[in-house]
């Protein structure tokens, strides 16, 4: 049941881009949403959304939400509508007082969003839909085969993967042939080369979760029956939906890690992990089964159910007439728009998982089935659901731009070498702002796979950057690279984890024995890598700091020329880097770590970072004349030289070296017996003239 303010709104057109007084106050809304009203309820709802109980309180008496005085409390809509692809999708302002669009003294409380369904006259003027299983269950389709039908027929880039003609045309090794559309049950696996198959496929972006393990999974006993037959009722939900899909959207063919990597053979699962870039460049269309946490679940369904929502509103809008009477031939016709809560963007618990980001940077087209909406993804646009469409054309980060055209100024004239450097350049920035710190902010329930799984990324940029990938730092970069942080040294307000060593679990506990036990160990990776550490890494990348790593500022030169590392196991497609030693001139000195102390009580994530920031002070020494070793006076100086950070603060110590990379920046070190050095932390230099006040010596970091 509908109050009078409510079907009142029916006989306004304010939903495109106009403004209406709604009622008296927020007071009469809240009494109107108690009363049964389920617009009032829903608008309501968003107000409790947006603000806590103080601000809902403040607003019942007739103040803002900050419980500021105003003249006008009544409440008022105002409806924003854009025609064409735009950025935001339509919406319906909540305000209190009238707008008059005059700077503070309009007060824009909460939206809520506007959509159409399809078919109906408003849709036309709506791009806005929803699709659930109580409502439209069967639009997803629609929109898959409209939004790829489109990219592949208006997109050029999107059909061009970055690659040598022979590449463009690699298949996958094995994929998994789910028959004709009319077809259920018939899928098999099959091998590409000897069949000489060329078609277009399907690729899935998933979690595994605890089911996979348990399900049908491609193993060496295995592989003859699955060539014959796979039986989809012995499969997780996930993967029986992507079939499902695929065979909707005439698609023969699918791959699958699970059913098209050997599972438990360690030479098959490294061949194929180097050959995502092409597994996932090369897929017509990638599905991402964002809302699923585990194969067991499904994607297909959305079973979003808001708190109130959706409501429809008869649709009225003399201006639009004329083209809705083209649809209807009938003025009285003129069907409702719907109001709902906003939808979320959130793709769901792949954002968590470390493998699926690359999956998803890699594939020039994917179908993310998100936590409440659907979501396309292509090299040119980005469009949801809602109606929302962003342009990724100008977009100079795009790991897929085979060269510099469009991301230069048109009628600038310059040469080869400055276009290749413009290009890294970008490449980089894309690199440490849009793949490093996401990558580390997701999980990896296997820390052996910590390059693995970004391996296929590493490739394609490595055509872009033209340089050695060393263990996750681009040798060409090598400086800014060797200083990469914890997110928590710059910022404790957000909900990140603490750095720690990425450790994995060996062995297992015996079966009646009491005193046996699964082991922790550190995996092996070099110390001066950010694949060291497992947590929210981020380098220092920005406009304005280009300068701080200029080579005027290197305090450290390469032991060989233009060579940091002669190893030459240590490149992109590596799958497992162990050991990669550095080799470089540079000055250490050693210092004595004092605890910071913050001069008020902290508790939760900023007493963990304190825990790792210490000062350091000289350690004064000398030099016998029996001995090059460094005998260290136990008078230290109380002077400040830099301010530091361990990279896990548990491994804090009381004495360390320290290294200036650039004028400004460096790191801690620790020496083994062997001479040698490995990562501890990080510093800002506050005594650049003390700590170069020393030999150069060759420095082997490990």
Request: hydrophobic residues 35%; charged residues 25%; neutral net charge.
């Amino acid at each position: 049941m509908r109050c009078a303010n409510c079907v009142r709104l029916g006989d306004d057109d304010f939903l495109m881009s106009g403004v209406v007084c709604f009622c008296e106050s927020f007071a009469v809304l809240k009494a109107s949403a108690d009363a049964g009203c389920d617009l009032c309820a829903l608008f309501w709802t968003r107000c409790g959304q947006t603000y806590g109980e103080t601000a809902l309180g403040y607003l019942l008496q007739g103040l803002t939400h900050k419980g500021e005085v105003v003249v006008d409390s009544s409440v008022w809509l105002e409806g924003h509508s854009y025609q064409g692809a735009h950025d935001e999708p339509n919406k319906l302002w909540i305000h209190l007082g009238e707008p008059v669009f005059t700077g503070q003294q309009s007060r824009q409380m909460t939206e809520l969003h506007v959509f159409a369904d399809p078919g109906t006259p408003t849709a036309r003027l709506f791009s806005g839909t929803w699709t659930t299983t109580s409502r439209n269950p069967e639009l997803y389709l629609e929109l898959a085969r409209k939004w790829l039908s489109d990219c592949r027929r208006k997109h050029q880039s999107c059909s061009s993967p970055p690659f040598s003609q022979g590449e463009k045309d690699a298949m996958p090794t094995r994929l998994i042939d789910v028959g004709k559309p009319c077809d259920r049950n018939s899928a098999r696996l099959v091998i590409t080369d000897p069949s000489k198959i060329q078609a277009p496929y399907l690729a899935l972006s998933y979690c595994w979760g605890v089911s996979t393990q348990a399900s049908t999974i491609l193993k060496d006993d295995n592989i003859h029956k699955l060539l014959v037959h796979i039986d989809e009722a012995e499969l997780p939900k996930t993967y029986t939906d992507m079939f499902q899909l695929a065979r909707d959207l005439e698609f023969r063919y699918v791959w699958v890690d699970a059913l098209c990597i050997i599972q438990g053979n360690a030479e098959d699962w490294a061949y194929e992990s180097q050959r995502m870039t092409l597994v996932y460049g090369n897929a017509a269309l990638t599905i991402i089964a964002g809302r699923a946490a585990d194969a067991r679940e499904g994607f297909l369904e959305n079973r979003l159910c808001h708190a109130a929502g959706p409501c429809d509103l008869p649709f009225c809008d003399k201006r639009h007439v004329p083209s809705l009477l083209e649809c209807t031939g009938n003025m009285g016709n003129m069907g409702s728009i719907w109001l709902s809560l906003p939808r979320k963007y959130d793709r769901g618990p792949v954002s968590d998982r470390a493998w699926c980001l690359q999956e998803e940077l890699l594939s020039p087209r994917a179908l993310v089935f998100g936590t409440e909406q659907l979501r396309f993804k292509c090299q040119e646009l980005e469009i949801y659901e809602n109606g929302s469409t962003k342009s990724l054309i100008n977009q100079s980060r795009n790991p897929h731009s085979v060269d510099t055209a469009g991301l230069i100024s048109p009628g600038l004239s310059i040469g080869e070498a400055a276009r290749e450097q413009y290009l890294r350049r970008q490449m980089l920035i894309y690199w440490y702002k849009e793949v490093l710190i996401w990558y580390t902010a997701r999980k990896l329930s296997n820390q052996d796979d910590v390059f693995a799984a970004l391996s296929g990324m590493a490739q394609i940029m490595k055509t872009k950057i033209r340089s050695r990938y060393l263990a996750g730092i681009w040798e060409a970069d090598m400086v800014r690279g060797l200083l990469w942080r914890s997110f928590r040294t710059y910022n404790t307000s957000l909900p990140r984890r603490a750095c720690e060593r990425r450790t994995k679990i060996t062995g297992s506990p015996q079966r009646g024995d009491k005193e046996s036990s699964a082991r922790v160990t550190p995996i092996r990776v070099p110390s001066w890598s950010w694949a060291a550490v497992h947590g929210h890494i981020i380098a220092d990348f920005t406009d304005n700091t280009d300068r701080y790593y200029h080579k005027s500022t290197w305090q450290i030169r390469p032991a060989h020329p233009d060579c940091w590392a002669t190893d030459p196991a240590c490149h992109a497609a590596t799958v497992h880097i162990p050991r990669c030693e550095l080799e470089f001139f540079g000055r250490l000195r050693r210092v004595k770590c004092i605890p910071y102390q913050r001069p008020d009580k902290c508790i939760g994530p900023s007493k963990r970072r304190d825990a790792a920031h210490v000062h350091l002070t000289p350690i004064e020494e000398v030099e016998t004349s029996d001995s090059a070793e460094r005998k260290h006076d136990p008078r230290d100086s109380s002077h400040t030289v830099a301010c530091a950070w361990f990279d896990v603060a548990e491994e804090r110590v009381s004495t360390c070296w320290c290294l200036p990379l650039t004028s400004k920046k460096g790191l801690l070190l620790l020496r083994n017996d062997q001479g040698k050095y490995s990562r501890t932390g990080t510093m800002d230099v506050g005594d650049l003239a003390w700590m170069i006040a020393v030999e150069e010596e060759k420095i082997c970091l490990i």
